[in-house]
């Protein structure tokens, strides 16, 4: 368990922009993950999953915890986050 005062550790994420660029019909959804204090977690799996459950992309956050996919389908996505030490977390988005 990562050490840090925050109690039962889990992993908080938000989505400063929650998708939505559309161009030429493909989207982007970007967000950006947080510890329970609101610091940045750099390197925290993200992974995209379709509406079947199957993954679509991954990626890893950068130094400032910010994650981002481009040329999406329009439709409905679980975004999942991961990171050792942390409760994967899970949260649906919505792209175009």
Known sequence: MRSGGYG??????????????????????QGTVLDPKGANIPDAQVRLLGPQGAEVAHTLTNNRGHFRFEGLAAGMYTVEISLTGFETTASKARSG
Not at 11 to 28: D, E, G, I, K, P
């Open 8 to 29: 039962p550790l889990f992993l908080h994420f938000v989505f400063l922009f929650l998708m939505s660029t559309v161009v030429a019909s493909a989207a982007t959804l």
